[in-house]
């Protein structure tokens, strides 16, 4: 299980990410969060693209990075 301390290279926002910002950015993605609270901004259809590729925000799965 992710810690909201653990880090992974995020291919979105091509730096290492903490697992709490990943939260945030799905969080976004699926409506439940604003936009103004992400770590910095992105296009939403790009994190669809970018994030279900990657998967680090699936708590129980091995990130493919």
């Avoid at 091509?14 to 103004?36: A, P």
């Avoid at 790009?46 to 990130?63: F, H, L, Q, S």
């Amino acid at each position: 299980m992710r810690h909201p301390d653990d880090k992974h290279p995020c291919p979105l926002l091509k730096r290492d990410v903490l697992w709490g910002e990943c939260w945030v950015i799905q969080d976004i993605r699926d409506d439940n969060t604003d936009m103004e609270f992400a770590p910095e901004p992105f296009e939403r259809s790009t994190a669809n693209k970018v994030c279900e590729k990657c998967r680090w925000y699936r708590v129980d799965e091995e990130a493919s990075q």
